[in-house]
C-alpha cells in the first residue's frame, strides 16, 4: 500500500471517530466547556473527512501510453 493509502485510512478512521465520539461528548455533557470540546472535536473529524474526500482522486489512470495498433489495408 502506498503512503497515500495508509493516510487516507488514518483520516478516514480517525475522522470518523473523532466525529462520533465529540458527538458522545457533546450530547452526554452538560457544562460549557465539555460541550465545546464536544464540538471542536466533531468539526476536527468533519475537516479529516473533508480532506480525505479533497485529496482522493476521482480516476486512475496507468502513466503508459497503450501501444499504437498497426492495420494493414489491401
Not at 48 to 53: D, P, R, T
Request: glycine share 12%; net charge neutral; aromatic share 10%.
Amino acid at each position: 500500500m502506498s503512503s497515500e493509502g495508509v493516510i487516507w485510512l488514518v483520516l478516514s478512521i480517525g475522522g470518523a471517530a473523532a466525529f462520533a465520539g465529540g458527538l458522545i461528548f457533546y450530547r452526554g455533557s452538560t457544562t460549557a466547556g465539555k460541550r465545546a470540546a464536544g464540538a471542536a472535536l466533531m468539526a476536527a473529524g468533519a475537516a479529516m473527512w473533508f480532506i480525505l474526500v479533497a485529496t482522493i482522486p476521482v480516476s486512475v489512470s496507468d502513466s503508459q501510453a497503450p501501444q499504437p495498433e498497426i492495420v494493414f489495408q489491401n
